[in-house]
């Protein structure tokens, strides 16, 4: 059962992630779908892993917001470095980018806690 809620979870915040990396990413830069879609995928199990399962619970929402902000400037930062030939994203792109994904992580991590509170022994946030 917490397994399936795991799987869930992921499920949700790719979706979520991907639409708004496959969507913005390649309209603020160069780079194409399949390459946001990676992006998508690496954020979100590095977001879910630290942020979703370790900061969530110990130091609520708004501090899991900014840190999956972080995580995702990271992510997006790294992959430009990499991909510096062909994404060099926006400073637009930056921002709409990232508050849109801190607006939807704020909405997922109440989504998450809600079922957590009855599962685990960690107290509610």
Excluded: C
Excluded at 18 to 42: H, K, R
Excluded at 92 to 103: D, K, P, Q, R
């Amino acid at each position: 059962m917490i397994f399936s809620r795991h799987v869930t979870a992921l499920l949700i915040k790719f979706v979520m992630i991907a639409i708004i990396s496959i969507v913005l990413l390649p309209l603020f830069s160069q780079i194409t779908a399949i390459q946001a879609f990676v992006i998508a995928l690496v954020l979100t199990i590095v977001a879910y892993l630290a942020g979703d399962l370790w900061i969530l619970h110990r130091y609520g929402n708004v501090y899991t917001t900014i840190a999956d902000v972080v995580m995702a400037a990271l992510v997006i930062g790294i992959a430009d470095q990499i991909l510096h030939y062909t994404m060099t994203i926006t400073a637009a792109g930056w921002i709409i980018t990232l508050a849109l994904i801190a607006f939807g992580e704020w909405y997922f991590h109440k989504y998450l806690v809600i079922p957590m509170k009855t599962v685990g022994n960690e107290p509610p946030v």
